[in-house]
């Protein structure tokens, strides 16, 4: 296939008005920089009039991480709202082309490790469309992957409503919050042996079966968790001062959210029921019984009681997830294909986790060619037909998709993550500007984002 | 037999289904392990496979695949009175991908619709407008450079989704490495903006009319697009019980 054929003269570097349009050079007014003059001169001429640009971030506790805002404000309010990132950038997708496709799972939980076992599941997804296993994947191993995705985003809307309390003071809020975390954390550490950063949920299932007396431990914890919840909705939902903080804060309406392509609670809270465990269901949700909370107000006082409320659908999914554990206790949790499945049976050893140790001298003491197989499969990885694949998962905080892309090599070709964060917080200049300065903080929490997940 | 020829003469000697255009050559590949820079005692060592993304798919496409593709066509067709670009010049080609399924009625199928590059906002606004398609949401651009895909060799994929319908669908754009501009979908779809510019960012393709085109993720001053595959992933040594694990990009590869 040949290039399009386009005879325009190539346009200077970094060229972006439309060819053609000539005349739009000459309203755009031109400032000259020389010497060892000051950027200060230049504004004062451009504008000719005071103006005051507050750097907020990127340190700043209450910017959810390294997160920079350049704020011009004219007393109190805000004029012009800019977010600046990118001061996380780890390069995560460049170095998942260097790694092995299971590989790739450890480097995309540490995204948005608030939410790490969305990133696992949506890029598993997407391998798993890739190798066209989509229809092979074990009962429950994809019940795992949708409780242990519930119970992630009870934990990453606790975070979200904790810290936001905190920023605005109220520290009850927080404390609250982040024990009822700890009881979830500790259920995904018995599973996957690791608090974040899981690499728990592999192309072809999940790399190890919940242990023994799991859903026992987990009923109990929940039971803490929904305590929790009521609590914190106790706290906040009808506290005078809290309300006058938030409602009519941050307002985005469905046209905005639309253009914007902002999704999750924030786009929920104008009255969309959008949500893709609903649109364009994957591991089975369009078995489970569970609602979208939606609501009017579009502000942030909204998004909070939307957030409280998923956290109770995602306790009614969890239950009904856990049923479904016990009746498939003793099923494979990964994918029969042997040339695919991980061949690791993990258990907790003194060391940490690694291989248990009758696993080990079963495969290094019966066959050699197991040995040979297991080795190839580990070192080498499995091949992935050439092809392009997109996958979306509900994320805390909107839609996540993965684009993965492959040579027919053992290593993704390109990995692209779309960060619900990284998209949303395109909207804090509509958010934010001709509000007040304490506003900013608010409707910056109520968009919750995570820059692990916004920068990559 | 030897359909390739060892020289590595890509593109000719691939033959795409009969019915199908051509296909995309996006890398060639040498040899039958994927492990280089060893004495090859195997005699694969010559072998060269072509490496090609999958060829347009022929009518019928299958699920709701074929009346988006024919309401597109006929939107781009009424569009030309008004000095739009018709279906055949702004359509590329059309691919879909069944990812092993049996039809395209299974989740997994994705429809792929290879856009001519200077056409591409005119594309995406029919998508969005017309009342059967309704493509409000664009979940952002992600670029892919294949070098070896002579004069388009960087890719931009737009995914679009509608709310509406309960349709997802993606645009693939190429532009040539020495001219890399596409054209900006930020009038369309003003949640391109970020994407955009980190596309631009990462890979270097210049999105002409974008509202302010700078780097997003990399410090303004940086040299270079680091997701090019030309681009070198960087790393040391590390030293760990004894042994030294080379950087990542200097281990020995099976692809």
Redesign the interface.
């Known amino acids: 296939?040949?290039?399009?054929t386009?005879h325009r003269p190539?346009?200077a570097?970094?060229?972006?008005?439309?060819?053609g349009n000539e005349d739009m050079s000459s309203t755009v007014r031109a400032f000259e920089a020389y010497g060892d003059g000051d950027w200060d001169d230049i504004a004062r001429e451009a504008i000719g009039e005071e103006r005051i640009v507050v750097n907020m971030g990127p340190q700043h506790p209450s910017t959810h991480g390294v997160l920079r805002l350049m704020l011009e404000i004219d007393g109190e309010t805000v004029t012009e709202a800019r977010a600046g990132?990118?001061y996380l950038?780890t390069?995560i997708?460049?170095?998942m082309?260097?790694?092995t496709w299971t590989q790739g799972t450890t480097f995309c939980t540490r995204m948005d490790y608030v939410a790490p076992l969305f990133q696992e599941a949506a890029y598993c997804l997407a391998v798993e469309?890739?190798?066209?296993?989509?229809?092979d994947i074990p009962e429950r191993a994809s019940v795992i992957r949708v409780l242990m995705m519930e119970l992630n985003r009870i934990a990453s809307h606790l975070v979200c409503l904790g810290t936001g309390g905190n920023e605005m003071g109220a520290t009850t809020v927080m404390t609250i919050g982040f024990t009822a975390r700890e009881e979830i954390l500790r259920l995904f550490e018995a599973v996957t042996g690791l608090r974040m950063n899981h690499a728990y949920i592999r192309p072809g299932g999940v790399a190890v079966d919940t242990p023994e007396g799991f859903t026992t431990q987990a009923r109990a914890a929940l039971k803490n968790v929904r305590g929790y919840l009521k609590q914190l909705g106790d706290l906040m939902l009808a506290n005078p001062i809290f309300k006058a903080r938030l409602t009519n804060v941050g307002v985005l309406n469905l046209s905005g959210c639309?253009?914007?392509?902002?999704?999750g609670p924030v786009l929920r809270s104008t009255g969309?029921p959008?949500d893709v465990r609903k649109?364009?269901p994957?591991c089975g949700y369009e078995t489970y019984d569970f609602d979208i909370p939606t609501s009017k107000g579009a502000d942030c006082y909204d998004r909070v009681v939307l957030r409280i409320e998923e956290c109770y659908q995602s306790l009614k999914i969890i239950e009904q997830a856990m049923e479904r554990l016990d009746r498939t206790e003793g099923e494979p949790v990964m994918v029969a294909d042997k040339k695919i499945a991980w061949p690791a049976q993990l258990a907790v050893g003194g060391d940490g986790q690694g291989n248990s140790l009758e696993h080990i001298k079963k495969i290094m003491g019966t066959s050699m060619e197991a040995l040979i197989h297991h080795f190839k499969l580990v070192t080498?990885?499995f091949r992935v037909p050439?092809?392009?694949?997109?996958q979306?998962v509900e994320h805390p905080r909107g839609?996540l998709?993965v684009?993965v892309?492959s040579?027919?090599?053992?290593?993704p070709?390109?990995a692209?993550f779309?960060d619900p964060s990284?998209?949303n917080?395109?909207a804090t200049s509509v958010m934010c500007e001709g509000g007040q300065v304490a506003d900013v903080v608010v409707a910056v929490a109520s968009l919750d984002p995570v820059l692990g997940g916004v920068?990559? | 037999m030897s359909e390739v020829s060892p020289s590595g003469d890509q593109g000719s000697a691939v033959q795409p289904p009969e019915g199908a255009?051509?296909l995309?050559v996006?890398?060639v590949?040498r040899g039958m392990f994927?492990a280089g820079g060893s004495g090859d005692t195997s005699g694969y060592g010559g072998l060269v496979t072509p490496?090609?993304?999958?060829a347009a798919s022929l009518r019928p496409y299958g699920s709701w695949f074929d009346q988006v593709v024919d309401v597109l066509s006929e939107v781009l067709n009424e569009g030309t009175a008004t000095g739009g670009p018709g279906f055949d010049e702004a359509v590329?080609k059309v691919v879909v991908?069944l990812?092993?399924?049996d039809s395209a009625d299974?989740?997994?199928a994705?429809l792929?619709i290879h856009v001519?590059?200077?056409h591409v906002a005119a594309v995406c606004q029919a998508l969005r407008d017309d009342q059967d398609l309704r493509f409000?949401?664009?979940?952002?651009v992600?670029?892919?450079?294949y070098p070896h895909d002579a004069?388009?060799e960087l890719h931009a994929?737009y995914?679009l989704?509608s709310?509406t319908h309960?349709r997802?669908l993606?645009l693939e754009v190429?532009a040539?490495d020495e001219?890399p501009?596409i054209?900006?979908t930020t009038s369309v779809?003003?949640?391109n903006?970020?994407?955009e510019r980190?596309t631009y960012d990462f890979f270097g393709i210049?999105?002409?009319?974008?509202?302010?085109?700078t780097?997003?993720?990399?410090?303004d001053d940086w040299v270079g697009h680091?997701?090019r595959k030309d681009y070198p992933?960087g790393g040391i040594p590390v030293e760990y019980k004894g042994a030294t694990v080379p950087p990542?990009?200097t281990?020995r590869?099976?692809?």
Do not use: C
């Not at chain 1, 050439?386 to 997109?390: E, I, L, P, S």
């Not at chain 2, 780097?215 to 410090?219: A, D, G, H, S």
């Open positions: 296939m040949s290039a399009p386009d190539p346009p570097p970094h060229a972006t008005r439309p060819a990132i990118g950038h390069g997708e460049k170095n082309e260097f790694r469309k890739l190798l066209g296993i989509t229809d639309m253009a914007l392509a902002v999704t969309l959008y649109d364009n994957y080498e990885g050439v092809g392009q694949a997109w979306t839609e998709g684009h892309v040579d027919g090599g053992t290593r070709y390109r692209h779309r990284f998209n917080l395109q920068d990559r | 255009a051509t995309e996006v890398e590949k994927g490496i090609t993304m999958p590329e991908d990812h092993s399924a299974a989740r997994q994705e792929t001519a590059r200077e409000e949401l664009s979940l952002g992600s670029g892919v450079h004069g388009r994929v995914h989704a709310i309960s997802r993606r190429a040539p001219y501009h054209p900006s779809y003003p949640s903006d970020w994407h980190e210049v999105f002409d009319g974008h509202p302010a085109l780097r997003i993720e990399m410090p680091p997701q992933l990542p990009d281990r590869s099976y692809s």
